[in-house]
């Protein structure tokens, strides 16, 4: 009789893409592209050349961000509020946040000024929080349907 050896670490590692994949059914590419521009739409022309890498560079980070929401979210499942499971991740979301921010400034679409800088940063704070949460809720929604 052979016996075989599981790696704990790899059978979390499936279970998390199997979960990830069934939460990222429910997003849906014109959802990501809507939010794109009501986001991003006062700081980049929509008929530039640049403006499709720009939605393609945050429709990047809006699903990480859904992602790292949905991972977060069985906590929201076990009792806790959605804003202490933020602070969980503070530095993830961080993370995202200041890529997003630094992609944005690098295809030029901020001036230079330092209002419309903030402006901008401010923006792409609230747009991964969005995606955060809209991750959250959908992640805690099958953890309460078992279907995770």
Not at 18 to 26: D, P, Q, Y
Not at 74 to 85: P, S
Not at 115 to 142: C, D, H, P, T
Request: aromatic share 16%.
């Amino acid at each position: 009789m052979v016996n075989v050896i599981i790696n704990l670490q790899e059978k979390r590692e499936a279970k998390q893409i199997t979960f990830e994949r069934k939460v990222l059914r429910e997003l849906s590419i014109k959802q990501l592209k809507e939010k794109v521009k009501v986001f991003f739409s006062p700081f980049f022309r929509s008929n530039s050349i640049f403006s499709t890498a720009i939605e393609d560079g945050s429709i990047d980070i809006a699903i990480e961000a859904y992602l790292l929401g949905a991972r977060m979210s069985r906590f929201g499942y076990f009792g806790e509020k959605a804003e202490e499971v933020r602070s969980r991740c503070y530095e993830d979301e961080k993370f995202l946040t200041d890529s997003l921010y630094e992609y944005l400034q690098y295809w030029g679409a901020t001036s230079g000024n330092d209002l419309v800088n903030e402006s901008l940063y401010i923006a792409s704070e609230q747009f991964v929080y969005y995606w955060w949460r809209e991750g959250f809720l959908k992640g805690e929604m099958r953890h309460k349907l078992r279907m995770h």
